[in-house]
């Protein structure tokens, strides 16, 4: 279940069709993994498990604007997936992989996209909200080919260790390592100002060992 988006500016956003958005992109995937899991476990022959493969987005992991409903329960969506891989116990043969899309030339953007009118202080036609706007309906920019997308999801559920997060698409996969580019490259920077909360006498290397192997198996 990929979803469908929701453009409005936070302000702009009633909640009802918050609520409405987070139903389908997180909700849902949410009650059927809580139903898949305990069948792949108990009603498949021991050991054979099964795989779980959410339908992410670039949006669920690097936010944009008139996009914070959906980017909020693609976020979500991340962790719950993330959370899913952690619970498992090996035994059980059982994971869950996210699956980032970029620009797919789909209903994304057609039929099922589900656009508010501008808020009009975001209205301006250089603004970041509605330059975003312009560029969310064109989908002849969209670099995608779902049929293509169709035949890596085969790809993805064969590979016998699949990682946390795949992308799909260069834009994606540009996006992606961008934004973890970004993260690790602030958290040198700020990393004084992150070890300066820890109680006296702390031994931040040793932590960062620790948390380290931690790092390395969440990717």
């Known amino acids: 279940m990929a ?8 302000e702009a956003t009633p909640e009802d069709e918050a609520r409405r958005c987070f ?16 069948f792949m476990r108990d009603v498949n022959p021991p050991g054979i498990g099964g795989r779980i493969i959410n339908v992410s987005s ?17 976020f979500a969506l991340e962790g719950l997936t993330e959370s899913l891989r952690k619970e498992m116990d090996p ?27 501008p808020h009009p202080k975001y ?9 975003f706007r312009e560029a969310s309906f064109d989908t002849s920019r969209y670099i995608g080919d779902p049929k293509k997308a169709a035949q890596a999801f085969l790809r993805i559920a064969a590979l016998p260790d699949p990682p946390l997060r ?14 973890a580019l970004g ?4 958290a040198d920077k700020y990393a004084d100002l992150a070890h300066s909360s820890n109680f006296d ?19």
């Open 3 to 10: 979803g469908y988006g929701l453009v409005a500016e936070i």
């Open 123 to 131: 209205a301006a036609p250089d603004s970041p909200c509605m330059r």
């Open 23 to 38: 139903e389908t992109c997180y909700w849902g995937p949410f009650h059927i993994c809580q139903r898949a899991i305990p």
């Open 166 to 179: 795949l992308q799909l698409g260069t834009e994606s996969m540009a996006i992606v390592k961008a934004k």
């Open 58 to 74: 670039c949006g669920g992991y690097s936010a944009g604007p008139t996009l914070s409903v959906y980017n909020g329960a693609k």
């Open 183 to 186: 993260t690790a490259t602030n």
């Open 201 to 219: 006498g702390v031994d931040k290397d040793a932590v960062l060992s620790m948390f380290g192997m931690c790092i390395t198996k969440s990717t």
């Open 91 to 117: 035994s059980w043969n059982i994971t869950g992989v996210v699956v980032q899309l970029g620009g797919f030339a789909t209903e994304w953007a057609g039929d099922s996209l589900q656009a508010l009118p």
